[in-house]
């Protein structure tokens, strides 16, 4: 396996489809569908929550907190491999991919945070490598969640939104996905500037509505990235990108983005039947308050948050966290969320640019399976 941490290139999908249907053919397993013009949304995805620092080669990490679209994912379990202090590789089975996405979310109270270094398929798997740094920029082990998705086609009934994109340091769009078949885009706003404007067409409205979650992807350094601004139209959405590195300069770097709108952050929607997420900008933006089943989500304390879901929680489950707002601060999980008679808590915590826990601003999202 190697997952490609240079300038990142498009991988033709023929041949990797025919290299998969030989490798499937050679292991006796069945893979799942590549997703065409008319598949659902995601064709295929994976997710997990490291929930050791330190883990052992093969560890499988927490199965309540992992899933993905391979058959029998309880039987066929994520599996992580340390490859250097604050170094990992996330091993998805089955579902070998090209293009997608991937985010990483740090869990913990220290100020460390995750990035994605590189992702792709290793034999029939997809694997995601994660790095983890402490406040300074030196490598440091974390817990994190990760997940990869890659989406084509149009969503299945019923509506809302999705679409995402993985753009270069400079702009230019190395894979996109947009559920009304629009075309997303990034434009740049200069050397050494970090910052990017994304256009998703079509998606949302001229409201606040939806989710957003971005990751830094950066194999050289720590990068950290988040939603500086954003401007939502009748047209689509504007979302402002700004990425920093350890010293808290702007920093040019590869970064993801995934906007959700009445759907679970990996893509799709009823099913999965429990997923939620919630925007705190200083206030609770009505359209960026959703739960699959209902009653709006709470928000409560500063440092830490406590995310309140109603009637969401059933495992396997994951939750992300993305910073809003200008400055170098980020944000993450304090600890892993609870579950409580179908209630969920999301622990959200943030940090100014010296890695001290400060109130702030914040995109939080949570799914289930089922």
């Not at 740049?188 to 989710?211: F, H, M, Q, T, V």
């Not at 401007?231 to 993801?256: H, I, K």
Request: aromatic share 12%; glycine share 14%.
């Amino acid at each position: 396996m190697h997952v490609d941490t240079r300038a990142p290139r498009v991988r033709p999908v023929r041949a990797a489809l025919l290299v998969l249907a030989l490798l499937a053919a050679l292991v006796g397993v069945s893979l799942p569908g590549a997703g065409g013009a008319a598949a659902a949304v995601p064709d295929r995805w994976g997710f997990a929550f490291l929930d050791n620092p330190t883990p052992p080669l093969g560890y499988v990490p927490d199965t309540t907190r992992q899933w993905g679209s391979w058959p029998s994912p309880a039987t066929n379990p994520v599996k992580v491999d340390q490859t250097g202090v604050g170094s990992y590789l996330v091993h998805f089975p089955l579902i070998a991919s090209s293009g997608g996405i991937a985010h990483a979310t740090a869990v913990g109270r220290t100020g460390n945070w995750c990035q994605i270094k590189g992702w792709g398929p290793a034999g029939t798997g997809q694997d995601v490598a994660v790095a983890c740094y402490k406040p300074g920029g030196a490598p440091a082990n974390t817990l994190f969640t990760v997940l990869y998705t890659t989406s084509s086609g149009t969503p299945a009934p019923p509506g809302g939104g999705y679409g995402y994109l993985y753009s270069n340091s400079t702009g230019s769009v190395l894979t996109q996905y947009n559920s009304t078949g629009a075309v997303n885009t990034s434009s740049w706003g200069g050397s050494g500037s970090g910052i990017w404007k994304a256009w998703l067409p079509g998606l949302g409205s001229s409201s606040y509505d939806g989710n957003i979650e971005v990751t830094a992807v950066d194999a050289a350094q720590g990068a950290r990235c988040k939603v500086a601004d954003w401007a939502p139209s009748a047209t689509g959405q504007t979302v402002v990108v700004a990425c920093f590195n350890a010293a808290n300069a702007p920093y040019d770097t590869r970064w993801t983005l995934s906007y959700s709108l009445k759907r679970a952050v990996h893509g799709p929607a009823f099913p999965p039947n429990r997923f939620g997420y919630l925007w705190f900008n200083g206030g609770l933006p009505p359209g960026g308050n959703f739960n699959s089943t209902g009653p709006a989500n709470t928000l409560a304390g500063s440092v830490p948050y406590t995310v309140t879901l109603p009637n969401v929680g059933v495992p396997s489950d994951t939750a992300h966290v993305t910073a809003f707002g200008p400055g170098p601060d980020w944000c993450g999980l304090a600890l892993p969320w609870n579950r409580t008679s179908g209630t969920v808590s999301l622990y959200t915590i943030c940090f100014n640019g010296g890695g001290s826990p400060v109130p702030g601003r914040f995109f939080t999202a949570y799914t289930s399976v089922v």
